[in-house]
């Protein structure tokens, strides 16, 4: 199955009747965008299928590549072109980036283990020709190793690289200079942070890497630079529209000869061309893009809706919008109806209410909803607050916890509870359990019965949580276990039908009017991505049963990022009690609390992450001239 995920577009640059030069005129170098990151994929590999084919050469064509989680799509979508003949790589020569040391070529982890598994082992590469990063070696070896490395990996013709969040090209970090070439690096404790998760914890994570230098990567003949997620969308801007800077490695690729960035919507979001499309050119002014750019024209000049003169308008690059039929004053006003129209507390309708202008129909009342949970806690993170609420007033609401989050729990936690079930009686098997964990070997799948384990704490904790709030777990409670989760590490396998057919199983059987999904856009191959990605495919398959004819998806966020206000259809508002309620389900989950297994770069809890964005998103509307709440959370409709 090939990812397909992104929200549909309303209004926006016409970009077709734009020149490329105006268009791109933010942009310093090349920038093609794809809709997914699956249609990115399948570009570059049109070009390195296209550059190899073309080779004429006596030695080998020499094809330097990167890895991570980055190039996934693009390895199985060369795999394939490979498997159905049209490309060979016995005439081609692979240099990788950068390796971890130190580190053996056997641990999954390793750059060299993954390059191998991910493409190497799936063509017809010939072993002479794969030059990987020796993470093995000596220190006293090694000087004189990335030297030899380095003058070969200078005939690379066609370079593959992606970019880490804080502009690094392979390990080059902030700082890095211009004229680095291949060595050995001091990896930052952020980078670490990032790689932590594959090595299972920080302190197994390498504190050094080798790594091509910026000037070995410069000397590429070509260089195509890719970017997929809305996590990268910040420094992507940067790189591409920002000054070139030590602290942003990758921002000299701006003096590249032939350089080509190419990324998808979500990793383009922050463009100028997306953030305020009308400074580059003529745009489509439907009504939910209007109301963007008049959001973001308050947020500019700093006043709410109506406070908006015809002088903003002008002066602030909207001029177009003020010929379309209305003054600035009447645009003023329907926007802020719009918008106010977006608030409701009544996320499954009001029952007996003129519904003309809410963004729920009254009718059926109660209704019957899905609320999908990537994890065993992303339900009353995410949108906590609506789902008490649709408990409360009365719907038969099911929620469906589609992976363990088996992984995502401390050994020290497992213990922590089998020495509970001890005092309590239930039996001794401590001791049996502290061996299992002794026996793990880092950066291998945890044990089966382990992760058993780890998955009961999980489902205990989920059905604390919907209970604190009146929902019943035993018969609205589902977790899916969703098989492409079940790997026992962090690197999970690919979405299959066996996925979708339990999702499948499950709508058929409740029939839901109302469907709740996380539509995070950050890690194509993240587990929440990929979820999405499940319930759109089961969503495929059922859509000319009957009861989709009154089903409506609805899309919330994770607890880190927030739908931008024009896009929104619709914003229940929370009370100061009702923020508590939703903190003390939050708290059921105890394994995720305090010390979060996969904390990334933000300390705090999840509830506070929570809390936080959902309070800043009140306090936007409050500025946008609405009603003052205590927090909202809100919701983009996808049909």
């Known amino acids: 199955m090939k990812s397909k995920y992104s929200l549909p577009k ?24 794809f809709e997914t990151e699956s249609e990115g994929a399948q570009c570059i590999a049109d070009r390195i299928v296209a550059a190899i084919n073309a080779h004429r050469g006596t030695e080998p064509f020499a094809l330097g590549l990167t890895t991570g989680r980055t190039p996934l799509g693009l390895y199985r979508e060369l795999a394939e072109r490979h498997a159905r003949g049209e490309v060979s790589f016995r005439n081609v020569a692979v240099y990788s980036l950068d390796e971890f040391y130190p580190i053996a070529s056997t641990e999954q982890q390793s750059r060299n283990y993954r390059i191998h598994e991910d493409l190497l082992n799936h063509v017809d590469i010939l072993p002479e020709n794969v030059h990987i990063l020796d993470g093995t070696l000596p220190k006293e070896q090694l000087a004189e190793y990335c030297d030899a490395y380095d003058k070969a990996a200078r005939k690379i013709d066609l370079m593959i690289i992606g970019i880490g969040e804080d502009g690094q090209i392979g390990f080059n970090e902030p700082g890095s200079y211009a004229k680095s070439r291949t060595r050995l690096v001091q990896l930052s404790h952020g980078s670490r942070k990032t790689q932590a998760g594959a090595f299972h914890s920080l302190e197994h994570t390498p504190k050094m890497a080798i790594t091509m230098g910026i000037d070995t990567v410069m000397h590429a003949r070509r260089i195509i630079l890719m970017a997929w997620g809305e996590n990268k969308a910040r420094i992507l801007r940067e790189v591409v529209e920002g000054e070139v800077s030590a602290q942003v490695p990758a921002s000299h690729l701006q003096a590249h000869a032939d350089i080509e960035v190419v990324t998808d ?100 009342f109660p209704k019957r909803v899905v609320v999908f949970s990537p994890h065993p806690d992303d339900d009353v993170i995410s949108m906590g607050g609506t789902f008490i609420r649709l408990v409360q007033q009365g719907h038969d609401v099911h929620v469906a916890y589609e992976t363990s989050g088996n992984v995502a729990v401390h050994d020290d936690v497992v213990l922590q509870h089998i020495d509970a079930a001890r005092e309590l009686g239930y039996g001794d098997r401590y001791a049996e359990v502290e061996r299992i964990i002794a026996e793990k070997k880092a950066g291998e799948p945890e044990p089966r019965a382990l992760l058993e384990l780890k998955g009961a704490i999980r489902r205990s904790e989920a059905r604390g949580a919907v209970r604190s709030f009146g929902l019943n777990p035993d018969t609205n409670a589902h977790f899916l276990n969703l098989p492409f989760y079940e790997t026992g590490g962090i690197k999970k396998g690919q979405l299959s039908d066996a996925d979708t057919e339990i999702i499948v199983k499950l709508l058929r059987e409740v029939k839901p009017h109302q469907i709740y999904a996380a539509g995070d856009l950050a890690d194509p191959h993240g587990t929440h991505r990929v979820c999405m990605e499940a319930v759109l495919e089961a969503l495929e398959v059922v859509k000319n049963d009957d009861w989709m004819k009154e089903c409506h998806l609805w899309l919330y ?37 305090d010390i979060m297994p996969f904390p990334g770069d933000d300390p705090r809890e999840f509830w506070q992450r929570a809390e936080e964005r959902t309070q800043n998103t009140a306090r936007l509307y409050d500025k946008l001239g609405m009603a003052e709440y205590q927090a909202i959370e809100v919701f983009v409709r996808m049909f």
């Open 10 to 33: 309303d209004g926006g640059l016409i970009a077709e009747s734009t020149p490329r030069d105006i268009l791109h005129r933010y942009e310093k170098m090349p920038t093609t965008v």
């Open 557 to 593: 966020r994770g607890a880190w990022m927030e739908w931008d206000l024009g896009m929104v259809d619709m914003a229940v508002p929370l009370s100061p009690d009702e923020l508590i309620k939703k903190r003390h389900a939050i708290y059921r989950h105890l394994s995720q609390k």
């Open 265 to 364: 919507e979500n990793a383009a979001q922050l463009f100028t061309r997306e953030v305020a499309p009308w400074l580059v050119g003529p745009c489509r002014w439907t009504p939910k893009f209007i109301r963007k750019a008049v959001v973001w024209l308050c947020g500019v000049v700093d006043k709410p809706i109506l406070k908006l003169t015809y002088k903003d308008y002008i002066e602030n690059s909207l001029g177009e919008l003020l010929e379309q039929g209305r003054t600035f004053d009447q645009i003023n006003i329907d926007v802020f109806n719009d918008l106010q129209h977006t608030i409701s507390g009544w996320p499954g309708g009001k029952p007996n209410a003129d519904d003309s202008t809410r963004p729920v129909p009254s009718s059926p």
